[in-house]
């Protein structure tokens, strides 16, 4: 490539950027001593759509997963829309494991759908493989051999918002293992990226 076509781009980039940094906008209430000692994070999100449902429960307490591969906007939504709904009946639980396509470090971004009046609990297993997502890392005995939540929590109890989106995880993964936890409730996710 030609460097004397390439170098106008380069600068203006460069001139950007240091306009980005230097304008980012703090809250009123900050004093320049205050904002003096304030980190602009130069990281950006991006939402990935998870590619296939890798497993649900052999039960099929899970209905409509295919929602769930779906682009989504991060907004919950009034009115009527695909959704994906957990079910738990009886002393079941039931659960399903999404592939995001690619090993990747990030987490997740959930949201339920209205049908929701109340909280729900949910356990979120993030992993490299599909059998990672099936280990145990919460209470495991000393010495087992296991995944572990030592360097990032893969493994964890997470209650959702009846009706709204919530941001979690901070980790590899390529896998995502979802187990609604409460009994007799269902679940409705609108999506999952």
């Not at 600068?11 to 009123?28: A, H």
């Not at 409509?64 to 991060?74: D, N, S």
């Not at 079910?87 to 079941?92: A, D, E």
């Not at 000393?142 to 990032?152: E, F, V, W």
Request: charged share 20%; aromatic share 8%; hydrophobic share 35%.
């Amino acid at each position: 490539m030609n460097i004397r076509r390439l170098m106008p781009s380069v600068c203006i980039f460069l001139c950007m950027l240091s306009f980005y940094k230097g304008n980012t906008q703090l809250p009123p209430s900050y004093s320049k001593g205050m904002a003096s000692g304030a980190n602009v994070d130069p990281l950006k999100r991006v939402y990935l759509t998870p590619q296939r449902i890798v497993w649900k429960s052999t039960d099929s307490g899970v209905v409509k997963p295919e929602a769930l591969l779906k682009k989504g906007t991060g907004q919950a939504f009034f009115g009527q829309q695909d959704v994906c709904r957990i079910i738990n009946k009886g002393g079941v639980t039931s659960g399903l494991i999404l592939d995001f396509g690619k090993e990747i470090h990030g987490g997740l971004q959930i949201t339920t759908a209205q049908s929701n009046n109340v909280t729900r609990k949910v356990r979120i297993r993030f992993g490299e493989s599909v059998s990672e997502t099936f280990s145990e890392c919460m209470d495991v005995p000393k010495g087992k051999d296991s995944s572990t939540n030592h360097h990032a929590m893969r493994d964890f109890e997470l209650t959702l918002p009846g009706y709204g989106t919530i941001d979690i995880g901070n980790t590899g993964f390529r896998f995502v293992r979802i187990d609604l936890l409460d009994s007799n409730v269902f679940v409705a996710l609108k999506e999952i990226r």
